[in-house]
């Protein structure tokens, strides 16, 4: 019945997973960086805050205390300009690159590298009224609406504590000096924005996740999707079958042609088989005319005694030459020992000499 109703319980292949990565249909949650750069924002205002605002200060006072002209013109205000850019730009450059950094790495962090060119053309269908008011009263809409609120309360809830814990400090506040004051209220501020931050960023990871799994659900076939996918990539699973039996029945053709030349069966015993054979005359070195595992191994030694070819069981040999030779191929050049022994054998068993090369 599920799949009479199309009902999407498959995972996504790698294919469909590629596909919507190509077209930017990643698991992705903004919260999770705007909290990120919340959060970093704050550490680096506490940590640079204060070279800035003297930075700033230096260059108020040297502006104020400075005798200028009464009338400027277009030289003076760009030198002006220019100095004042200069000075702030320095003393903010690595606030706001540190911030750029850690925008970049939140998005790498949830998408991985990912450049989507597509994302990057203006899409007019979004400018339609009528589209932004059915996202606005979708169930998507409704759920991003209700978790805004919450997110609302959330910060009012954090900002509201860290004002009660440090209540005694405002009340007191008034007997402090100016510039003690402006501290106070400056180091309270951070320390709130802080913890708003942690906060947005604890919820922001449990959106990440939703953002996942609400991946996975869209990405979800139903059984004649990955059917479809299948014939489309491979091809027809009917005629793939039959292409694979050809190709089987071909491969048995073939041993049964040359099995019977072999002068020797290496087996593993029962899993794989290889035949070798050996025509000093004609050959530089011994040649595996036949190998096979499972079915194809059993017909070889079936043919193998059919054809008074003996059957010798090497493990090792068997596993090598079956990995590293294809039919019709040499062995290699590490395996001469192992073969020459085993031709040697099969030579005593039918009590003849061991061909010499010529």
Known sequence: MADQAGEKTQDATQHRRD????????AYSQDLGSAALLIVG????????GQIFKTAGTLMQYQLSTVGPLAMDGADAITLSQRIINTMGMALLPVLG??????????????????????????????SP??????????????KLGFGMFKVAIVSSVAATVLYFRHEEVIFASALAAP????????????AALWVGMALFTLALFDFAY????????LKMSQQEVRDEMKNLQGDPQIIAR???????????????????ADVIVTNPTELAIAIQYVPEEMAAPVVVAKGAGAVAQRI???????????????????????????GHPIPDDSYVAVAEVLAYVYQLKGKKMPKAA
């Not at 043919?303 to 590293?324: C, F, H, M, S, T």
């Open 19 to 26: 596909e919507a990565r190509a077209e930017g249909q990643v």
């Open 130 to 143: 009528l589209s932004g008011f059915k996202r606005i009263v979708s169930l998507t809409g409704a759920m």
């Open 180 to 191: 003690e004051l402006g501290t106070m209220m400056i180091d309270i501020a951070l320390s």
């Open 301 to 327: 030694r079936r043919l193998g005694l059919e054809n008074d070819i003996p059957v010798v069981e090497r493990k090792p040999l068997a596993q090598l030459l079956y990995k590293e030779v294809e039919a």
């Open 243 to 261: 292409r694979r039996a050809v190709q089987r029945q071909m491969a048995l053709n073939r041993v049964g042609d040359n099995v019977p030349n």
């Open 98 to 127: 540190l911030l750029a950094l850690a925008g970049v790495l939140s998005s790498i962090f949830q998408t991985g590298f990912l450049f989507v060119p597509k994302r990057l053309m203006p899409d007019f269908q979004r400018l």
């Open 211 to 218: 953002q996942k799994w609400k991946h996975e659900q869209d």
């Open 42 to 49: 704050v550490l680096l205002l506490r940590g640079w805050g």
